[in-house]
């Protein structure tokens, strides 16, 4: 498999270097077909809302793949709303009801958490209860899984706090947040974003995100969280292709994706042949500041690591293709504007074997005051390369 993936990267190198002059693209990468771009989204700005139908009282997300709790289950869902299967929990203790919904890809296994019966949960795909650990005294309301810290992050509703558990040792705390000192009050649901190393709660008082810095436990970033209704969002999930916050509110039924201000990469997810790729580059937490972007057949893995931080794609050849070919990969470095965004695009040969090729597009904005030179990551966006 990784030879075929191989030979499919040089492939598409080839295809994309040698139809390169025939296209006809000058040296700033213009081509016929490209799109103009889409303006900027400021952090609170609501990009996708559904409603899942029951009462959601978790989320998490493992992949492109969606999971809600709905007492006494895990749902699937997908980004329509549309609820693709159900989990019955079996073997977890009598009268444990979850409150929280994490996954833990280390071991395999949903994160689930009760606010009254003080305990955490292990599951597998399945629903089977694998290990089950008291913690005391506060209630938790929100589960994560932090895989730098090899550790479970708990909203805890009383405190207000997130406190981040030995996964190896349960239940000893490694780190403790204080919520109230930042104004998070009436906290629900927890998410981790392994790119940025961050942590993510929601406060149902202040209508807000709060994201903190899982290495120091600073304050990074909020923002208002838009709902309808009672705005008593219990679930929280991060997603990295968006880079955004996902939120389930407990008596809408609502599910909304906010916009967070982290870098992302605004464009179709397919590009025709002969065509351009309109992007975005989006981060309105980091304006004017430089930015670098690559392209890469292999997603979702930490292909550089910046402390506890990294660049979420492979290094292959079509990386190094998309950083030294303007006239294809065009404007995939540059500044930002004031407002926190700029323009670029993909342009796509005429070449019909180029088709049925995915590749994936992520990007950094950088500051020299900033850990490793690097201000903030976005994630993975892929890309279907058609007819």
């Known amino acids: ?21 025939a296209q006809g693209f000058d040296a700033e990468g213009n081509a016929l077909g490209s799109l103009p771009g889409m303006m900027d989204d400021p952090p609170g700005t609501m990009l996708l809302e559904f409603k899942l139908g029951p009462r959601i009282y978790g989320l ?3 992949g492109d793949t969606f999971y809600a709790v709905a007492q006494p289950n895990v749902l699937e869902f997908d980004r329509q709303g549309s609820v693709k299967s159900t989990i019955s929990l079996s073997g977890a203790p009598a009268g444990f009801s979850p409150f929280g919904l994490g996954y833990d890809h280390s071991r395999n296994s949903f994160i689930l958490c009760d606010a009254t019966f003080k305990g955490i949960v292990l599951a597998d795909p399945s629903g089977k209860v694998s290990t089950f650990a008291s913690y005391s005294p506060n209630r938790a309301v929100g589960a994560a899984y932090d895989s730098v ?4 992050w708990l909203t805890m509703l009383s405190p207000y706090q997130l406190l981040l558990y030995d996964a190896k040792n349960l239940p000893s705390v490694l780190m403790t947040i204080d919520l109230v000192a930042v104004g998070a009050t009436r906290v629900a649901g927890a998410a981790y974003d392994p790119i940025n190393d961050i942590v993510y709660t929601n406060s149902r008082d202040k209508k807000a995100g709060y994201a903190f810095s899982a290495a120091t436990g600073a304050l990074l970033y909020s923002w208002p969280l838009v709902h309808q209704g009672t705005n008593n969002g219990q679930g929280a999930a991060w997603w990295d292709r968006w880079q955004s916050a996902v939120v389930a509110d407990y008596e809408t039924f609502d599910v909304t994706f906010t916009e967070t201000g982290y870098p992302r990469v605004k464009a179709a997810d397919r590009v025709a042949i002969g065509t351009g790729l309109a992007i975005t580059w989006t981060a309105a937490n980091s304006p004017s500041k430089f930015y670098k972007a690559g392209a890469s057949l292999t997603e979702r893995i930490p292909g550089i690591r910046f402390g506890n931080r990294y660049f979420p794609m492979h290094l ?22 004031p407002g926190g965004t700029a323009m670029g695009s993909v342009n796509v040969p005429n070449v019909g074997a180029l088709v049925g090729f995915q590749f994936s597009i992520a990007w950094v904005t950088v500051d020299s005051g900033a850990p490793f030179g690097i201000d903030a990551i976005s994630g993975p966006w892929q890309v279907l390369v058609t007819k």
């Open 60 to 62: 998490t997300v493992v």
């Open 149 to 152: 810290r090899d550790g479970y």
């Open 1 to 21: 498999m990784g030879l075929r993936r191989l030979l499919q990267g040089l492939l598409l190198v080839a295809l994309l270097a040698g139809a390169l002059a």
């Open 316 to 337: 292959d050849n079509l990386f190094f293709l998309s950083i030294q070919t303007p006239a294809i990969f065009s404007r995939f470095e540059g500044v930002l504007d």
